[in-house]
């Protein structure tokens, strides 16, 4: 037997699997997640698999700007006023911190770049030949937790503007492609191994392309001091 349940808010889940003896589990959930309940037939078995679910959320610009003084490469949300890209989350957690990233948008160049430990591409759940998006893992960062709010698709246009209504149908329908086929991915299992191999193997090509996560994680808790 296989059972999903999909968890959208804080909550916590009780599970009692009755053997020999009496097992009960329990699970406290809080963030949104998904978990797969697996009951093997025959001798008594069971596997318990929890799945992060990656939400699109927003960041205090005034933090991305103080993590920019000691490395340029931190992404951005605000590209003008008919530009934003929310980042999304949460990778995984390190201490009082969030590791989160970005989308970037397709290029040409993208087509012809494989999928590497730190680069994956995103295509169009509709259509699967169409490439839609980047995500690039090594670029990730840690922000403090307080500093994370949730994206409000009803409120995108206080995050930017458009030209019509047709527009912005169309951007909220790409935003929803993406969390669709990012979701199809372990991203959080990738980020936390180029975390922990980033130390582990300081001179791999992968190491050599990210940031310093733990000297950001140094200047993030001086933030708001």
Known sequence: ?????????????????????????????????????????????????????????????????????????????????DKYKPFFGILFEVDDFYYITQVSHAQQRHLKMKQQPDFYKIYDPKNLSRLIAVVNLNYMFPIPKKEVSSFAKKDIGTYRTFKSEEEKSKYIDLLDSELTMINTLDLPTAARKIYDDKYLFPDSRVAQRCLDYKELEKYAKKWGN
């Open 1 to 81: 037997m296989v059972l999903s349940i999909g968890v959208t808010k804080p909550t916590k889940i009780v599970l009692i699997e009755v053997t020999k003896p009496i097992k009960i589990v329990l699970i406290e959930v809080t963030k949104p997640i998904k978990i797969v309940l697996i009951k093997g037939t025959g001798s008594a078995c069971s596997f318990y698999c929890l799945e992060i679910f990656m939400k699109w959320i927003n960041v205090n610009e005034k933090y991305l700007d103080y993590l920019r003084k000691i490395e340029g490469r931190i992404p951005r949300t605000d590209y003008g006023s």
